[in-house]
């Protein structure tokens, strides 16, 4: 039991013959794909459960970002100002639309993009901010507003981490122009493969309709050039049975995330993020720093942990902008905060299944 592998995450999947009962009428219809019965169940759903007005479901988080932003029709070579912080993804999504990423430094205490250094990356060229509420901490959506509508930018939020957080009693999902969520299987909530934009207004709707159905209208008419992202019945069906029990997923990691808390609060040299009084997180991931005054590195604090069979990440290790495939490419800002942060993260195992003896014997390791 002692030496059994515990990866970072595991994915919730609801009981076998919940979802083997509620695939089998696609064995009548045999409409498996393309915006079918279940697609339409799920974004019905998914606007009430994240508090939102309009839902573009995707066939993973990716397209949702990269789509979203190319449905703005940003001007090639245009700037975005966005975190390195984060997955590759946020990034891959702007410079795949032919936009050039302008990196902002994070705050220490949440990991969040600073928004005291947004207005001093502010140029003509500026068309959008793409912020990432990482790990599920919320970014200071109010100053971020402010900047954005002064200097007439969208706001897109990568909230890949974010399904089911509240801010000040609202969806996360809310705030901004769009804000794209991931139903990857290592989510709190997923759909095996699976994501979505959210916002409010039916141009935006009908945009992305556009943009992951190759722009296909009816039978007869292609109406503009677009890509396939769509979601699967087989997908939407896993995120209705998931829905049902992602509550009480979340309920049981708050538990797991006090426990953790509880037993590293003391330990000499690791610190935890700040979170937001106001916000209710989903609990997603449990990301602790190793400071110097920890008697290990980072590194070998994730080495140890490995050699017991405890497989912890360093999300997000090396910044996105460090990334081999953007060597030269775009202008080293200073990101003093963005790289120690990187340095210093792993995130340990959280999930549904996880249980207290399992949070000991990590919390044992860290201890020493
Ligand atoms: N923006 C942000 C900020 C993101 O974090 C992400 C995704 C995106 C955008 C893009 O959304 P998607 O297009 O992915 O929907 C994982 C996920 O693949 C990725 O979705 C996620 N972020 C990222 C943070 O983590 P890896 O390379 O670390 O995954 P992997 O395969 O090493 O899996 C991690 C652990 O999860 C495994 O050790 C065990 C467990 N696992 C994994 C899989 C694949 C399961 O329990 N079941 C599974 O099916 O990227």
């Known amino acids: 039991m002692d030496n059994q592998k515990i990866f970072v995450t595991r994915s919730s999947m609801p009981p076998y013959e919940e979802y083997i009962e509620a695939i089998k009428p696609l064995w009548d219809s045999h409409w498996i794909t393309n915006m079918g019965q279940y697609h339409q169940e799920l974004e019905q759903k998914l606007k009430d459960y994240l508090d939102v007005q309009q839902i573009s479901l995707m066939v993973n988080g990716h397209m949702a970002l990269e789509l979203t932003i190319q449905a703005m029709g940003f001007p090639k070579g245009a700037e975005v100002i966005t975190t390195p912080f984060t997955f590759i993804s946020t990034t891959h999504a702007i410079v795949r639309n032919h936009l050039k990423p302008v990196f902002c430094d994070v705050k220490p205490s949440d990991g969040t993009i ?126 209705l049975c998931n829905l049902i029990h992602v509550g009480e997923a979340i309920g049981h990691r708050k538990a797991l ?59 997000f290790y090396p910044l996105t902008a460090d990334q081999r495939c953007f060597e030269n490419r775009f202008e080293r800002t200073k990101l003093d905060c963005a790289r120690e942060l990187a340095e210093k993260v792993l995130v340990l195992p959280l999930y549904e299944s996880l249980s207290i003896q399992e949070i000991k014997r990590s919390t044992e390791i860290i201890e020493g």
Not at 125 to 153: F, Q, S
Not at 159 to 186: L, M, Q, R
Not at 299 to 312: P, S, T
């Open 114 to 239: 600073d928004e005291t250094k947004l207005e001093g990356l502010i140029t003509e060229r500026t068309v959008a901010v793409v912020p990432v509420h990482v790990y599920g901490n919320v970014c200071n959506v109010e100053e971020i507003e402010r900047i954005a509508d002064k200097y007439n930018l969208k706001v897109i939020y990568d909230a890949a981490h974010a399904f089911g957080v509240t801010y000040k009693g609202k969806g996360i999902g809310s705030y901004g122009d769009a804000s794209v969520f991931s139903f990857h299987a290592t989510k709190v909530f997923n759909t095996i493969e699976g994501g979505a934009a959210v916002f409010s207004g039916q141009w935006l709707y009908d945009k992305l309709y556009n943009l992951k159905n190759f722009g296909i209208r009816n039978e007869e008419l292609v109406s503009e050039v677009g890509a396939n992202a769509k979601m699967n019945e087989f997908c939407a069906i896993m995120g």
């Open 257 to 315: 995330a006090r426990e953790y808390e509880e037993r590293l609060k003391d330990v000499h040299g690791i610190r935890m993020f700040e979170k937001k009084t106001d916000a209710e997180s989903n609990y997603g991931y449990f990301p602790i720093l190793v400071e110097e005054e920890y008697p290990l590195s980072r590194d070998g604090l994730y080495e140890r942990m490995k050699k017991k069979g405890i497989y912890v990440r360093k999300y």
